[in-house]
C-alpha cells in the first residue's frame, strides 16, 4: 500500500459492529422499530459465512418450546444458574429465554430446515433445550435477513476502536477501522454503536500444533474483539475469569451433544469403566451442593475426565460404536459432525475410523473466553425495564455502562447459554434498545474529536511501516531484532497464557504466584505491541487481532487473579485457592480499565437471585 | 493443507476469496490463481470449497493430526436445496450423505420494514418484532419480582 489511505466518512443512526449471529439479529430489529434510521453493519469478514455459525450448526441448543409446555424461561434460567455455579444475571438470561421461540419460529419461516418428530409434530429433541436442525446454511439464511435490514453492508472491514464523545464523557459516537482489501482507513459516525463482535479462540495455546493450530474449537476469527473493542472504550466487563473448556472429541473438536442427549452414547476410560460418578461425590467437599444441580454441571463434568486423564487412565472414549444401531442414527451422527465440524469427519476417513465399530477418542480443550456458550464472561449491562431489579437497569436493555454502547452475544456478560437462537435474540433485544435510544437523542447528536482519529488513523497503519522499515534490515525470512509479526506475537501470548493463566498444559491450575509471573510477561508483550510488524493488509487484520486478545487476555488474567476461590473445576483451578467459597465469592467480579492511565480497577457486583 | 487449490481447475475468479471468514485464501500475483496462505488459520470450514464454481478447492487434513488417504468431497446445490457428501477413508471404504439446506426459495425472506410499523407507543413494551404472535402462545412471560425486590 504505497498511497497514503483513503478515509471514508459514513454516518448513521445505528452502527453494528460485527455480523455473526447477534449482529444480524440487531440489524434485524434495529429496521424493525427504526424505519426511517440509517443502519449499517460492518464486518471483517463476509456477512454470508461469518462468526461463530460460518461452518453451520447441528442443533439449537436454546429452545424453550413453550408452545407445547416443555419449559418456561424460569426452568432455563435454573438451568443456566446449575451449570454456572450459581453465578449468573438471571434478568438477562430470563429475558433470551422468554423471547427465544419467537427467533427460532422466524427462522423456520425463513427457510432453516428444523427436524421434526413424525409422531408428534413437534420439533425434534436431541436434549431438554436442543433441537436437531440441517443447519449447514444456518448462517447465509440468517445473513440474507440481516442483508435486507439494513442501508449498507461493509464487508471486509475490520473495526479497530471505538470513538468517544468529544461532547459528553463516556458517551458514544462511533468507531473506527480499515478495509482488509484496499486499506481505506473508515471512521463511522454513529448515534448508537451495537457490538456484535466475537468472543476468544487462540487466547491460550492450542493442543493442535503447526498447520493443526487452526482447528480450535471456536472460529480462528473469533479474535475476542468483543472485549478488545470494550474494554478500552472504558465500558465494565463482568466475569473475564470465567473462561470455558469444552469436552469434545479429540484433534477435531466434533460435538458431542446429539452422542449424549439423542444417541443415548456413553463415556468411559480407557479400561471401559464409566467414572463419572465416583470423582462427583469427592467434589462436593470442594463445590458443596453445586455437585448436586441436575444436569451435572459442563466443568464438573470436564473435571471428571480431568482426574482420570491425570491418573493415566485414558484415552478417554466415547462409545459410538454401542448406540448406531440403525442407517438413520449413523446418518445423524455423521450430520453432526458434517453441518458443523467437517474437520471431525476428516478425522474418522483419515484414521480409519468407523463410528459404527470403533469408539473414538475425547478431550479436553484448551480454554476459550466467551459470553454465549457455557460461560458468561462480557460487559455489564442493563437489564430489562419489566424485570431488572434496580442496580441491574439504567435505562435502555443490553446496554453497556458507555452511553449508547450496546452489545449482544459474546459481548454481554452474565447470561450463559445463548447459543446461536439466543445470541440472535440478544441481538433483538439490543436492536429495538438501541432505536429506542436513538429516538431520545432528540437530535442532540454526538460528535467525533477531530485529533482523537487522527490518531487513530496513525496508529492503526503503524504496523505496515514498522515492518517495511524493518524488512529492509534484514536479507530475507521472519527474524528481525526490530519487529514481531502477527503470529510471533500471538504464539508468545497463547504459551504464557497456557503456562501462567491455566492452560492445558498445566492441568488448568494457577496460582497468585503464576498469574503475577504472567501479568510481568504480558506487560513485556504489549510493549513489544509497539513494534509489530505487518507485511500487508492481511497481516495489519491480524496485527488488530492479536491487539484485541492481548486486552481480553490481561483482563481474564486480572480477574483470574481476583477471585479467590475456584468457582469452576473443570475450567480452571486457582491452587492457592481449592475449593469453592459461596461466604466470600457468590459475586460477579467487575473491572474497568482507564486508556488514558492504564489502570485497571477490580471490584464485585451482587448476584441477585430472584427466579425461586 | 487444509484447503488446497487444483493448478489446472482454478480459474482464478476469487469467489474463495469474497467468502473465507479467514481471509487466508488470496490469488497468487505469479499463477493468477487461488491459494490458502495461511494454513495454520484455516478452520476447515469449507465455506471456499463449497462457493468454488469449479470445484477446484479441496482439503487435505491437518498434517499434525490426519494421516494422508482421505477425502471429504461436498457438493453444495443451492438451487435444489441440498447438500451432499462423499467420503472416502484412507483405507478405501466410502459413505455418501445426502441433507437439505434451506426450504424456502433463496431470496424469499420477508425483510422486517415490509411489515405494518408497529405504533410509537409499542416501542417501550419488552415485545419485539412479531410477538406475541411468533411466540404460538397468549402473551409474553414476565417475573411478578421486578425492582422493590432489591
Known amino acids: ?612 | 493443507m487444509p484447503t488446497y487449490t487444483d493448478m489446472t481447475r482454478c480459474d482464478g475468479c476469487g469467489e474463495c476469496v469474497d467468502i473465507c471468514p479467514s481471509d487466508i485464501m488470496h490469488i497468487d500475483p505469479v499463477y493468477r490463481r487461488s491459494y490458502n496462505v495461511e494454513p495454520n488459520f484455516c478452520w476447515e470450514c469449507y465455506s471456499c470449497v463449497k462457493y468454488c464454481p469449479q470445484h477446484a478447492i479441496d482439503v487435505r487434513g491437518y498434517a499434525d493430526f490426519a494421516p494422508l488417504g482421505h477425502k471429504v468431497r461436498v457438493r453444495r446445490d443451492v438451487d435444489k436445496g441440498v447438500i451432499a457428501w462423499k467420503i472416502r477413508y484412507r483405507d478405501g471404504r466410502e459413505k455418501a450423505f445426502s441433507f437439505p439446506i434451506r426450504t424456502t426459495a433463496w431470496g424469499s425472506i420477508r425483510p422486517p420494514a415490509d411489515y405494518a410499523p408497529p405504533g410509537r407507543h409499542e416501542l417501550d413494551s419488552p415485545l419485539l418484532a412479531h410477538e406475541p404472535e411468533a411466540l404460538n402462545i397468549a402473551a409474553l412471560p414476565s417475573l411478578s419480582t421486578p425492582n422493590e425486590k432489591v
Open chain 1, 1 to 612: 500500500m504505497a498511497r497514503r489511505p483513503e478515509t471514508r466518512f459514513v454516518d448513521c443512526d445505528i452502527l453494528v459492529v460485527g455480523g455473526g449471529f447477534g449482529g444480524c439479529g440487531a440489524a434485524y430489529e434495529a429496521r424493525y422499530w427504526g424505519r426511517d434510521l440509517n443502519i449499517v453493519l460492518v464486518e471483517k469478514a463476509n456477512v454470508e459465512r461469518s462468526g461463530a455459525v460460518a461452518q453451520g450448526l447441528s442443533a439449537i441448543n436454546c429452545y424453550m418450546g413453550m408452545q407445547w409446555g416443555e419449559n418456561q424461561p424460569e426452568d432455563f434460567v435454573r438451568y443456566a444458574r446449575g451449570d454456572l455455579l450459581g453465578l449468573v444475571r438471571e434478568d438477562l438470561v430470563y429475558d433470551i429465554a422468554r423471547h427465544v421461540d419467537a427467533t427460532v419460529h422466524k427462522f423456520e419461516e425463513w427457510g432453516l430446515p428444523i427436524i421434526k418428530d413424525e409422531k408428534t409434530g413437534r420439533y425434534l429433541r436431541e436434549g431438554k433445550w436442543q433441537i436437531l436442525i440441517h443447519g449447514e446454511s444456518y448462517k447465509p439464511i440468517v445473513a440474507e435477513a440481516a442483508r435486507k435490514s439494513v442501508d449498507a453492508v461493509h464487508n471486509r472491514v475490520m473495526v479497530t476502536h471505538l470513538l468517544q464523545d468529544s461532547k459528553r464523557p463516556n458517551r458514544i459516537a462511533g468507531a473506527v477501522g480499515f478495509n482488509v482489501r484496499d486499506g481505506g482507513f473508515h471512521v463511522f459516525r454513529a448515534k448508537a454503536v451495537i457490538v456484535g463482535a466475537g468472543g476468544g479462540s487462540h487466547i491460550y495455546r492450542p493442543r493442535a500444533v503447526g498447520e493443526g493450530m487452526g482447528r480450535t474449537w471456536y472460529a480462528p476469527w473469533s479474535t475476542a474483539s468483543a472485549y478488545g473493542l470494550l474494554i478500552p472504550a472504558g465500558a465494565k466487563m463482568i466475569q473475564m475469569e470465567n473462561k470455558i473448556v469444552l469436552a469434545r472429541f479429540k484433534d477435531g473438536y466434533g460435538p458431542v451433544g446429539a452422542w449424549f442427549l439423542l444417541l443415548k452414547s456413553y463415556a468411559t476410560n480407557a479400561y471401559g469403566e464409566k467414572y463419572e460418578a465416583a470423582h462427583l461425590e469427592k467434589l462436593k467437599a470442594r463445590v458443596g451442593k453445586y455437585a448436586e444441580s441436575t444436569p451435572v454441571p459442563t466443568c464438573l463434568r470436564n473435571h471428571a475426565m480431568l482426574e482420570e486423564m491425570k491418573a493415566g487412565r485414558g484415552p478417554i472414549y466415547m462409545h459410538t460404536q454401542e448406540v448406531l444401531d440403525s442407517p438413520e442414527k449413523e446418518m445423524i451422527g455423521w450430520e453432526d459432525f458434517l453441518d458443523m465440524t467437517i474437520s471431525q469427519a476428516v478425522v474418522w476417513a483419515s484414521q480409519n475410523i468407523d463410528p459404527k465399530e470403533t469408539p473414538s477418542e475425547l478431550i479436553t480443550s484448551e480454554p476459550y473466553v466467551m459470553g454465549s456458550h457455557a460461560t458468561c464472561s462480557g460487559a455489564w449491562a442493563s437489564g430489562p425495564e419489566d424485570i431488572a431489579p434496580g442496580d441491574y437497569q439504567w435505562g435502555y436493555n443490553r446496554m453497556t455502562t458507555v452511553e449508547g454502547l450496546f452489545g449482544a452475544g459474546d459481548t454481554i456478560g452474565g447470561s450463559a447459554h445463548k447459543f446461536s437462537s439466543g445470541s440472535f435474540t440478544e441481538g433483538r433485544l439490543a436492536g429495538k434498545a438501541a432505536v429506542r435510544y436513538v429516538r431520545d437523542l432528540r437530535g442532540e447528536t454526538p460528535a467525533i474529536d477531530e485529533g482523537q482519529v487522527n490518531t487513530l488513523r496513525e496508529t492503526i497503519y503503524r504496523p505496515l511501516e514498522t515492518w517495511r522499515v524493518g524488512r529492509n534490515e534484514i536479507v530475507a525470512g521472519t527474524v528481525s531484532p526490530n519487529y514481531i509479526t502477527p503470529l510471533q506475537g500471538l504464539q508468545r501470548l497463547e504459551k504464557l497464557m497456557d503456562e501462567y493463566v491455566g492452560g492445558y498444559s498445566t492441568f488448568y491450575v494457577t496460582s497468585e504466584p503464576l498469574l503475577k509471573r504472567g501479568l510481568e510477561l504480558l506487560t513485556l508483550l504489549k510493549e513489544d505491541m509497539a513494534h509489530v510488524g505487518a507485511e500487508d493488509l492481511h497481516q495489519l487484520q491480524r496485527a488488530w487481532e492479536l491487539h484485541h486478545r492481548i486486552l481480553t487476555a490481561e483482563s481474564v488474567t486480572r480477574h483470574t487473579l481476583f477471585r479467590e476461590e475456584t468457582r469452576w473445576p473443570g475450567y480452571y483451578y486457582r491452587a492457592d485457592h481449592p475449593d469453592l467459597d459461596d461466604a466470600q465469592w457468590h459475586v460477579f467480579t467487575v473491572s474497568r480499565y482507564d486508556a488514558a492511565s492504564g489502570e485497571w480497577q477490580l471490584d464485585t457486583l451482587p448476584v441477585h437471585h430472584f427466579v425461586p
